[in-house]
């Protein structure tokens, strides 16, 4: 798989963030925001096709990517997704939340490498990080079928299509849901 031609990135930004206290994306490790640390992590990997969904477009606009309007608002990551995936002009899209800003480039390569005949691939660390993943777009039509008949969880979706996990590391995948999860933050050498 070409990463620059065949796949997508779409990275969640639209969230509430209500236990961070502030958008997580606009969030800072060594004075760098949590957007542009995954961001430059994408670019190093190969990834030419990154945009945000929902957020703030000017976020997108200094970083250096596209923006779109979350087509769904108040749906949640699922909403999120079928905006991604509309908007798609690949034929794969990866998508990340916002707050995993300890991604690194192997973390990107295995995610974003779908088996033929596998419709989605997810992230799994200690459990599935159903927002981690990568999907083809053929799938779009099954997920907006569910959406339409009052789906909202991306992870019953997943379980109705064919799809795998892939293992990654707890530290590298870390979920930052509260300012103290800093504190946490991966060795890096």
């Known amino acids: 798989m070409s990463f620059g031609t065949d796949t997508s990135v779409a990275i969640y930004a639209g969230g509430k963030s209500s236990r961070f206290g502030s958008p997580k994306i606009k969030a800072t490790i060594n004075d760098n925001e949590f957007g542009l640390l995954i961001i430059e992590t994408l670019k190093r990997t190969g990834f030419m096709n990154i945009c945000l969904i929902g957020g703030d477009s000017e976020d997108a606009r200094r970083w250096g990517v596209d923006f779109h309007e979350d087509i769904y608002p108040e749906s949640g990551p699922l909403g999120a997704l079928l905006t991604a995936l509309q908007t798609c002009q690949t034929e794969f899209l990866m998508t ?3 707050d995993v800003p300890f991604i690194d480039e192997d973390t990107c390569r ?4 779908l088996a033929p005949g596998v419709e989605v691939l997810v992230a799994r660390t200690d459990t599935p990080q159903w927002l981690s ?3 083809r777009r053929s799938t779009y039509d099954a997920i907006e079928n569910e959406f339409r008949s009052g789906e909202r969880a991306i992870h019953r979706i ?3 299509l064919k799809f795998e996990f892939v293992d990654v590391s707890s530290e590298i995948l870390l979920n930052v849901n509260e300012p103290n999860q800093l504190k946490q933050q991966p060795k890096t050498n």
């Open 96 to 98: 990340l939340p916002c």
């Open 110 to 113: 295995r995610l974003s490498s």
């Open 133 to 135: 993943s990568t999907w």
């Open 158 to 160: 997943v379980e109705k």
